[in-house]
C-alpha cells in the first residue's frame, strides 16, 4: 500500500499516470487491493479522482453474499464525492479540478426506459446502478463518469465532504422510499428499519409532511438518530410482534404508510399488515434472499385493500443531486449525522467496508476521506 | 314457490305485504328459500324489487367455499337493477316506481375512509359492499338499498335489463382493474382471466387506450367476447407456461399494464413476472384462498424495479353508475356480450346461481329477468 | 353587551337559553351585534359555543367589499374551536363537553361532488364553506355545526387555543397551496404574499420537502415570521418589479413551484411568469375583483409550457382536521406564532375583525379567547 | 422545379448528392423554393429523405402571422414519413433504407428538463420543436434527425403513409390534449375546435374512456369526421354563444373535462366556464396572438374552484411514437380518415401549405406523398 497515493502528489493536469489501485471484490467471498489501468474517457465522460467515499451494506451483500452474482476483480463502491481530473471533449458543465457528487446511479440518458419516465432502469432492470455492479465502482485512485454532464452535480464549498457522500446513495433512497409512500401532510408513518437508509427515510417522511412517524429498530445510536430526524416513536422487535405492537399504537387502524428500509422478505407481510386500507406501502430495501416476498391475502383484502405495495431503484442524475444540494444548504435535513465514523486515506475503505460487515453498535455510518 | 311472485300482483303503492322470499345462504355448502320480513326503511334508504338479477362467482365463494365465513339466512346476490317501491322521508331523487341501477358497492358516505378517498372501506376494510356480505342481498323479492340518493342511478330506457345489471359490479370491478392499470395510450397490456370480470377488463383496457391487448384464457365463448371487447391476442395456458408465452410475445420486455382478473395465488406471480420495470400490476380478482399471495423477488428488482402492485374494490355509489351509464349510452362499450344464458322469474335465480358453478363451457355469464 | 356572557355562567347541561348575541354582517359595509334565537340541532348535528374566534381577512372583503353579495344580519366568523353544548341524536363521537375544532369548510358528505372527490364544492362550487357564507358564523355566543361525526375533530388539552384556531382555516388553507404545487423534494418555490395564509403556504412548502422558498413581502413582522416558517429568501417589491427579482434569484430558470397567498388579479400573471416550463402554480388566494384573471401568454409557452394553473378551496371536514393536529402535536409546525394580538372576551370579536381591517403593521393574526 | 427529384433515382447508398432542395420561409410573409447543401450527420444522427409530408396550421402561422418571429430559408414542416439514407457512426437500431416515422418533437434527451421530466422543453421552453422551429424542416429533399435511436420509430409495412405521417403531430398532440385532460371512464368533455388536431383529441377523449363529447365547430366536413372519431354532438358557433349552448346540454353542470384545440385567446375564458368545480381545462392549441389568455375569476371560483388549466407540447421521440404505432397497428385509432387531400410530388408541398391557408371547405389534412 505504501505507494498508494503517489500518484496524487503531482496535480492531476501535469501529470497522467496509466495505472491506479482500487479496492476491489476478487470474487464471491474474497475482497482486495486490485492493480487495473486508469479508464480511457469517452466524449461525453469524466475521471474522477474521489474526495470523499463510503461503503454500503450492499457491497457487503455484493461480496460476501454474491447477491448479484459472480464477479472477479471488480473495484467496490458506489457512494462518492470527488474532483474531476479529465473530461471528455463533449462535456460541457465541468471542467478539470470542479469538485462533483456522484450519485450511485448514473443512467444512459438516451435511452427508451427514460423515455418511459424510469431511468433507474435505463438499458434494463436497475441497469442505471452501474459502479460496482457492472462496471468498476469508485473505490479507487479514479473513477470513471458516464455522461458527466448528465450524472454529476457541482459540490458546493459550505457542504463538509462527509455529509456530501451522503447524498450518492443514503439520501436519494431513503428519500424515494418517502416518495413513493404517497405521504399526506400529517399522515402516519411506519419506517421499518433504521439503519442509515431507514433514517433517511424517515427524515424524508418528515420532509414530505408526515405527522406521527414510528420507527422500527433497536441500537441506541440509531434510534437517537431516528428522533433527531424526526421519528416520534421507536419500536423495538426486542418488546415483541413489531406488527401488534405498531397495530396497538394506530389503535388499531393501521398507518397511511409504511417504508420497508431493511430486513428479509418476512417484512414484505409485516408492512402490508400495518397499512390501512388504501394506504401506501413502499420499498426501500434491497431484498437480498428467498424466492419470493410474501403479501398476506387477508391483510391485503383478499386483493382488494387498495394497498399499493411499490418499491424502486432511489433515482440518480444531476437534477436529482441538485436538489438534494439544495436540501442540505436550507438546512432541511443534515445528513452528517449519519457519519459516526470517519477514515482518511484510501487504504482506510477496506477497514470502513469491515465495520458494514461487522456493524458494532456504535455504527450508523463510515466515511473515508481521500 | 307457487306463491312467490302473489306479492307483486298489486302495485306496492296500494298494498304493502310484510313478507318475502328470498334465496339465502342457509349455512357454509347450504343454499335455499327463506321467508323474511320485508325491510324497514329509514329516512335516506329505499326498498327496491328486482327486475333483473345476476349471480356473481364470489356468491358462490360465499356460500360453497365460506369466503367470508359463516353465515346463516342470509338472502344472497349483489347485482341487481330494479324499481324502488319505497324511499325514506329524506330522499329526494328518487320516488316510487323508478327503474334504478343497484350497485353492488353501497357505501356509508358519511365514514372517514370516504374522507381519505375510499369509499370502498368506509367502514371497515371492504366494507362499501354490503349486500350478501354483512347484509341480505338482492335475490329476494324486494331488497333494501342504503342512502338511495348516494348509491342509486336512475336506469334509462333504451338501456336492456340485462345489460344494465352487468353495470353493478362485472363493469364497475373489470374498468376498475383498468384504471388502477396506469395505462399509457398506446400501451400493452396483459389480462389474466377473461371470465365476465376479465372481460371487462379487456373492455376497460381498451377505454384506457391501450394499443396491444393479451388476453388469457381458454374457453372459445370466453375467447370470441375477449376479441370482441378489444383483446388483440389470445394466449391459452393448455399452450404451455403463459408466462413464457407473454414474454415471447413482446420480444421478453414485458408489458406495462397486466391486469389479474381470475385464478389462484399465483396469479400475482406471474403478473409481476410478465411486466417491465416501471410497470403496473392491478388485480381486479378476489383471491379466495392461501395464507400468502407470492410476489417474486428477483422478478420484482429485489424490491427495486418500480413495478406497483395494486388491488382493490370495484367502486360502487351513484357518480360512478351515472359514468357507467354513459359508457353504454354512447355505444362505448357493450356488456350485453356478457350475457349468455336468460332466466324469467325469480324462482330461477337458483338455477343461474348453479350454472355459476358448474360453469359449462357455453357460459360467460346468466341474468334473471324478474 | 353587558348581559352577553351570562348564559354561560349556568352549566350548558342544566340552563337552554333560546336567544344568543352574535356579531354580524348587518348589510354591505355595515356590522353589529344582533339577537338571534339560538340554532336547532338536527339529528346529525351540533350546537357549539365557541373557545377560541379568529377574524379573516375574508371577513373583511365580505362585509366591507360585498365579495359574496348581500347579506342580512348573517353572522360573521368561520374560524373557532369551541365546546360541544348539544348533540343531535345520531352524533355517534362527540358529546356534550367535548373540545373540538371546528373546520371553516363543513361540507355535506353525502353530495355527488364528494364522490367526485371535491368535498369542497359540495352542494355547488365552493359550496362546502357554509359559515358566514350562507348560514350564520362562528361569531356568536353559539353556532350550528353540520354532521359534527363529519366535520369536528377533537382537541387535544395540550395545544393552546390560540394556536388550535389557525387550523380551521389559516393553515389547512395555506398547506392546500403546497400541495397543490406538486413540490419535489428539494424543489425551489416561491410564496407570493405572506399574511397568514402566504405564512402557513411557506410553512407547507417545507412540509412537502420544498429546497429554497423564496418569499415576497415587506412587512417586518411578517418577514420574521417567513424565515421562522422556512422561507430561504426574501423579496420586497419595494425593491422592483417581483419577477425580475425573482427570476433573477434563479438565474432566470424560474421556480419549480409558485403559490400565490395574496394581491390582486395580476398575481396570477406574475407567478406564470417565473414558473419554469413544467412547473406549477398554485393558488391560495381569494381573487376578490376583477372580470378576468390574466395568464401571459408568452410565458405561457402560447399554451404549450406545462405549466400547471391550479387553485381551490382549502380542504375541511373531520380526516382533515386530525391530520393538523397531528401536525400540530407532532411538532412539524408551530402556528402559534401566527397570532400576534390576543383579545379576551367574545365582545372583542369587533376590535379583532376591525385589525384584519386596518392591518396594523405589527399584526399577523389576531384571536379572540371566548 | 424540374430536376427536383433527380437525386433520387439512384439508391441512396450508391450516390450522395451535396445539395438539395427545401420550400422554405424566406422571411415572413414569403416562402419559396430554396437550395441548401444536404445535412452532415452527427454521431447519433440521421439523414432521411420522406415519403410522406403534411403541412401543419403553425407552418402558416410561423410564415404568414410571423408567430415564432423572423426566419429567413429555413426550411418549412415538421410531418413526416421518411426513409433512412444516412447514418451516423454510433447509430445502432436504424440502417439505410429503414421507414421511419419522424416527431415534430424530436429533444436532445441529454438535457435537464428531460431529468425533470418535460422532454419537449429539453434545452428551453419548447425547444424539443426543433424542425421548422430553429432549424430547417423536413420539407425538402433530405432532412436531418438528431439522435435518431431516440427519436425516430419504424415504420411498419401495413400502415399506409398517409396513415403515418398523421403520427408526427396531428395524433400525438391531439391525444396529448386528452392526456392532460382528466378524464375519468364515463366522464364528460367538450372538445372546442374539430380541424385536424380537435379530431384526434376526440378520438383521444375516446381512447380515455369518455362518454359523452361534445364537440364544437361547424364546418360539415369536420363534423362527420368528428362524429366518426367518437363525438356524440355537436354544438355550432353559429346557433349562438358555445357557452351557453353547453352548458345547457350538461343541465347547466359544466364537464368534466374540456379540451381546448383551437381559436383565439377567447377560448380558455370559454373553456373554463363550461368546466364544473374539480374538472380540467387541457389545453391542446398554439395560442397565436394576444398578450394575454384571460381566466374568468367567478366561474374559476375566485381562485378555488379546483379547476385545473393545463397545457402542453405534444409528446414526441421514439417510444410515443412507437405507442401511436400500436394504436394504429390494433385498430384503435383510424387517422387516415384526417386526410382530404392527397398530392403526389414534393413540388407539391407548396400547394398542399397554400390549402391548410385557405382551408376550403372540404379540407381537414393534405398530404403529399414524395
Same mark, same amino acid.
Given at each position: 500500500?505504501?505507494?498508494?497515493?503517489?500518484? @496524487?502528489?503531482?496535480?492531476?493536469?501535469?501529470?497522467?499516470?496509466?495505472?491506479?489501485?482500487?479496492?476491489?471484490?476478487?470474487?464471491?467471498?474474497?475482497?482486495?487491493?486490485?492493480?487495473?489501468?486508469?479508464?480511457?474517457?469517452?466524449?461525453?465522460?469524466?475521471?474522477?479522482?474521489?474526495?470523499?467515499?463510503?461503503?454500503?451494506?450492499?457491497?457487503?451483500?455484493?461480496?460476501?453474499?454474491?447477491?448479484?452474482?459472480?464477479?472477479?476483480?471488480?473495484?467496490?463502491?458506489?457512494?462518492?464525492?470527488? @474532483?474531476?481530473?479529465?473530461?471528455?471533449?463533449?462535456?460541457?458543465?465541468?471542467?478539470?479540478?470542479?469538485?462533483?457528487?456522484?450519485?450511485?446511479?448514473?443512467?444512459?440518458?438516451?435511452?427508451?426506459?427514460? @423515455?418511459?419516465?424510469?431511468? @433507474?432502469?435505463?438499458?434494463?432492470?436497475?441497469?442505471?446502478?452501474?459502479?460496482?455492479?457492472?462496471?468498476?465502482?469508485?473505490?479507487?485512485?479514479?473513477?470513471?463518469?458516464?455522461?458527466?454532464?448528465?450524472?454529476?452535480?457541482?459540490?458546493?464549498?459550505?457542504?463538509?465532504?462527509?455529509?456530501?457522500?451522503?447524498?450518492?446513495?443514503?439520501?436519494?433512497?431513503?428519500?424515494?422510499?418517502?416518495?413513493?409512500?404517497?405521504?399526506?401532510?400529517?399522515?402516519?408513518?411506519?419506517?421499518?428499519?433504521?439503519?442509515?437508509?431507514?433514517?433517511?427515510?424517515?427524515?424524508?417522511?418528515?420532509?414530505?409532511?408526515?405527522?406521527?412517524?414510528?420507527?422500527?429498530?433497536?441500537?441506541?445510536?440509531?434510534?437517537?438518530?431516528?428522533?433527531?430526524?424526526?421519528?416520534?416513536?421507536?419500536?423495538?422487535?426486542?418488546?415483541?410482534?413489531?406488527?401488534?405492537?405498531?397495530?396497538?399504537?394506530?389503535?388499531?387502524?393501521?398507518?397511511?404508510?409504511?417504508?420497508?428500509?431493511?430486513?428479509?422478505?418476512?417484512?414484505?407481510?409485516?408492512?402490508?399488515?400495518?397499512?390501512?386500507?388504501?394506504?401506501?406501502?413502499?420499498?426501500?430495501?434491497?431484498?437480498?434472499?428467498?424466492?419470493?416476498?410474501?403479501?398476506?391475502?387477508?391483510?391485503?383484502?383478499?386483493?382488494?385493500?387498495?394497498?399499493?405495495?411499490?418499491?424502486?431503484?432511489?433515482?440518480?442524475?444531476?437534477?436529482?443531486?441538485?436538489?438534494?444540494?439544495?436540501?442540505?444548504?436550507?438546512?432541511?435535513?443534515?445528513?452528517?449525522?449519519?457519519?459516526?465514523?470517519?477514515?482518511?486515506?484510501?487504504?482506510?475503505?477496506?477497514?470502513?467496508?469491515?465495520?458494514?460487515?461487522?456493524?458494532?453498535?456504535?455504527?450508523?455510518?463510515?466515511?473515508?476521506?481521500?
Amino acid at each position: 500500500m505504501k505507494n498508494l497515493r503517489v500518484l @496524487q502528489e503531482k496535480p492531476a493536469a501535469e501529470f497522467k499516470p496509466v495505472q491506479m489501485q482500487g479496492f476491489a471484490m476478487l470474487g464471491i467471498g474474497k475482497c482486495g487491493w486490485v492493480k487495473k489501468s486508469i479508464p480511457e474517457v469517452g466524449p461525453y465522460d469524466a475521471l474522477v479522482r474521489p474526495l470523499a467515499l463510503a461503503p454500503c451494506t450492499s457491497d457487503i451483500h455484493t461480496v460476501f453474499e454474491g447477491a448479484i452474482g459472480e464477479r472477479h476483480n471488480m473495484i467496490l463502491g458506489h457512494e462518492a464525492v470527488g @474532483q474531476v481530473v479529465e473530461i471528455g471533449s463533449e462535456v460541457k458543465d465541468f471542467k478539470p479540478g470542479d469538485r462533483v457528487i456522484v450519485p450511485a446511479i448514473t443512467p444512459d440518458w438516451r435511452s427508451i426506459e427514460v @423515455q418511459n419516465g424510469y431511468h @433507474q432502469h435505463s438499458g434494463g432492470m436497475l441497469s442505471g446502478w452501474k459502479f460496482s455492479n457492472f462496471k468498476d465502482g469508485v473505490f479507487g485512485e479514479y473513477f470513471h463518469v458516464n455522461d458527466a454532464d448528465m450524472n454529476l452535480a457541482h459540490l458546493p464549498d459550505d457542504i463538509p465532504l462527509q455529509s456530501a457522500v451522503m447524498l450518492s446513495d443514503m439520501m436519494t433512497t431513503g428519500f424515494h422510499g418517502a416518495e413513493l409512500a404517497n405521504i399526506p401532510i400529517g399522515g402516519s408513518v411506519a419506517v421499518l428499519g433504521i439503519g442509515p437508509v431507514g433514517l433517511m427515510a424517515v427524515a424524508g417522511a418528515k420532509l414530505r409532511g408526515a405527522g406521527r412517524i414510528i420507527a422500527v429498530g433497536s441500537r441506541p445510536v440509531c434510534i437517537e438518530a431516528a428522533k433527531f430526524y424526526g421519528a416520534t416513536d421507536i419500536v423495538d422487535y426486542h418488546d415483541g410482534d413489531i406488527v401488534e405492537q405498531i397495530l396497538k399504537l394506530t389503535g388499531n387502524k393501521g398507518l397511511d404508510s409504511v417504508i420497508i428500509a431493511g430486513g428479509g422478505s418476512d417484512m414484505l407481510e409485516k408492512a402490508v399488515r400495518i397499512t390501512r386500507p388504501g394506504g401506501t406501502v413502499a420499498n426501500a430495501n434491497y431484498f437480498g434472499t428467498g424466492d419470493i416476498l410474501p403479501v398476506p391475502r387477508l391483510a391485503w383484502g383478499c386483493g382488494m385493500a387498495h394497498i399499493d405495495i411499490r418499491g424502486g431503484l432511489c433515482p440518480g442524475g444531476r437534477a436529482r443531486m441538485e436538489r438534494l444540494v439544495d436540501v442540505v444548504r436550507y438546512n432541511r435535513v443534515d445528513p452528517g449525522k449519519l457519519v459516526t465514523h470517519v477514515f482518511k486515506g484510501l487504504e482506510n475503505v477496506e477497514k470502513a467496508l469491515m465495520l458494514m460487515k461487522d456493524k458494532p453498535k456504535d455504527l450508523i455510518k463510515p466515511v473515508v476521506l481521500v
